[in-house]
């Protein structure tokens, strides 16, 4: 007779139970392949009893908005010694075809920017020779950004760059043509709906100026 069948029934039982009981979670064991993987088994653990997936899916979005915004402006610096925000101001003239010419205001509701930053990103961009302001025709005093021939040579430059060399060419490699599909679809989708639903709670008014002053106020 084997050991095993020596042992009394409820001695099998409670020993079978202990083997079959799931080992404890280390914290080594927590991190996989991605510090957000890591973030994400994280949150889940202090907050179980919400659903998170909203959340945590706006935080991978971020994170990856980060890691493309960092490559790209180092991309940018190197190429010609400008930032990726303010070449984002030359993609968004070069884009819309010649002239090659848009007004502010087109370009911080494109490029969802404050009229300030818009205005302090093309007065770099005209001290570097990339861009030059124009008299608006339809708007008295206003005007429309150009961009330079200097500018034009840049951008294609950067096209040509980014289209050859993107810093998501690597991850995206490892996914199938029908999986980039379905991703490209999912955030053209999600983008639309957010423009649609959360942008004109966003958006600054035209003309901050005509806001009514309270009257009788003094500052202390």
């Known amino acids: 007779m084997s050991s095993a069948a020596k042992q009394p029934a409820s001695n099998r039982t409670r020993k079978n139970a202990v083997l079959e009981q799931p080992e404890p979670v280390r914290k080594s064991n927590l991190r996989s392949s991605s510090h957000i993987e890591f973030i994400t088994l994280q949150w889940q653990h202090e907050h179980s009893e919400l659903d998170l997936s909203n959340f945590l899916l706006a935080i991978y979005m971020m994170r990856i908005g980060t890691l493309v915004e960092q490559a790209f402006d180092k991309m940018?610096?190197?190429?010609?010694?400008?930032?990726?925000?303010?070449?984002?101001?030359?993609?968004?003239?070069?884009?819309?075809?010649?002239?090659?010419?848009?007004?502010?205001?087109?370009?911080?509701?494109?490029?969802?920017?404050t009229s300030g930053a818009i205005t302090k990103k093309i007065d770099r961009l005209a001290s570097l020779g990339m861009v030059e302001r124009q008299p608006d025709p339809s708007h008295g005093g206003g005007?429309?950004?150009?961009?330079?021939?200097?500018?034009?040579?840049?951008?294609?430059?950067?096209?040509?760059?980014?289209?050859?060399?993107?810093?998501?060419?690597?991850?995206?490699?490892?996914?199938?043509?029908?999986?980039?599909?379905?991703?490209?679809?999912?955030?053209?989708?999600?983008?639309?709906?957010?423009e649609e639903l959360v942008l004109p709670g966003l958006e600054e008014p035209d003309d901050t100026s005509s806001k009514p002053r309270i009257k009788g106020t003094r500052r202390k």
């Open 143 to 194: 005007f429309i950004v150009h961009l330079t021939k200097k500018g034009l040579d840049i951008v294609e430059k950067a096209i040509v760059k980014l289209a050859e060399e993107s810093s998501i060419a690597p991850a995206m490699a490892h996914f199938s043509e029908a999986e980039r599909a379905a991703g490209n679809a999912f955030c053209l989708r999600t983008l639309a709906l957010m």
């Open 76 to 113: 940018c610096q190197g190429l010609c010694g400008i930032s990726g925000s303010d070449m984002r101001v030359l993609l968004a003239l070069r884009r819309g075809g010649h002239p090659y010419a848009k007004r502010p205001t087109d370009l911080y509701r494109a490029l969802l920017v």
